[in-house]
């Protein structure tokens, strides 16, 4: 290992390894898949069309997303850290950020084939179900199509990877994998409901204003996804209505949750490493 870009590999290629050896990534791929084809043929969506399909699958993509994502991260660098690795890290030319850099890839790749495969299956799934009345939604005179189910599939990626940084930079702070749990159910509600929650109590509470609502909403992972997915996805649906969400905050808010875990994680590793 000579080269930076060597050594990211080769952390990269481990962290595959160990998912793929410990099929955690089958079993959770299995599981979204087979929730959102339920979900989607429960409520009909599939024969409906793409827009439809979202529609029944937002909700439960945005509390199943995040799941996944700290399902896979969670005890990333925790387990690290229960098993020595700091010290013996220390000994080998290999910064803090080339390690949180390749186990994070490691963990992506995996994260996108639980989420990505699964969706694209079911967009297949509607494609060859949905009539072609379907293509023309009588709510807005919009053509409903394959592209706004692809612009759904990366938001949702997205979501998963910054869900994914959040819990990267979470199993970088504990040291032992009980504490990794704590952190980590802490870390999912906290994205899932938490910020959701707070918004909406300082809404009740008179603390906020109406008007900036969307604005507010967008600087949180689940707000800034559920806005873009309404923007420009579900859009189409609903005449004359946009502005959601700006759509400029939601994407800077999102690209700062992920960089704002993924620097915590390797700033925290960096500690760990010059403790030892």
């Not at 299956?121 to 709510?139: I, K, N, R």
């Not at 759509?247 to 960089?259: D, E, I, M, N, Y």
Request: net charge positive.
């Amino acid at each position: 290992m000579t080269r930076p870009l060597d050594r990211f590999w080769t952390v990269f290629a481990r962290e595959v390894r160990g998912l793929v050896r410990t099929r955690v990534v089958f079993v959770l791929g299995a599981v979204v898949a087979a929730l959102a084809f339920g979900v989607a043929r429960a409520g009909g969506g599939p024969s409906g069309g793409y827009v439809t399909t979202v529609v029944d699958l937002l909700v439960v993509v945005e509390l199943l997303v995040p799941a996944a994502a700290f399902a896979i991260g969670y005890r990333a660098l925790a387990d690290a850290t229960a098993r020595g690795e700091p010290a013996v890290l220390e000994t080998y030319p290999l910064s803090p950020w080339t390690y949180v850099a390749g186990v994070y890839a490691g963990r992506a790749v995996a994260l996108l084939a639980v989420v990505v495969v699964p969706l694209l299956a079911l967009g297949a799934h509607v494609a060859t179900t949905a009539g072609p009345e379907t293509t023309v939604l009588a709510t807005h005179r919009g053509v409903d199509s394959v592209a706004l189910y692809v612009r759904f599939v990366a938001l949702t990626a997205l979501l998963g990877l910054v869900t994914l940084a959040v819990a990267l930079a979470l199993s970088a702070v504990a040291n032992s994998r009980r504490r990794a749990i704590l952190l980590g159910l802490f870390g999912l509600l906290f994205v899932v409901a938490g910020t959701d929650v707070t918004v909406l109590t300082a809404l009740g509470g008179g603390l906020l204003d109406e008007s900036a609502l969307g604005t507010v909403l967008a600087l949180t992972p689940s707000g800034a996804y559920r806005g873009l997915v309404f923007e420009h996805v579900l859009s189409v649906a609903f005449e004359g209505r946009s502005g959601f969400v700006p759509t400029g905050l939601a994407l800077v808010t999102s690209l700062c949750w992920w960089a704002s875990g993924l620097s915590l994680a390797a700033l925290w590793a960096g500690f760990r490493y010059s403790s030892h």
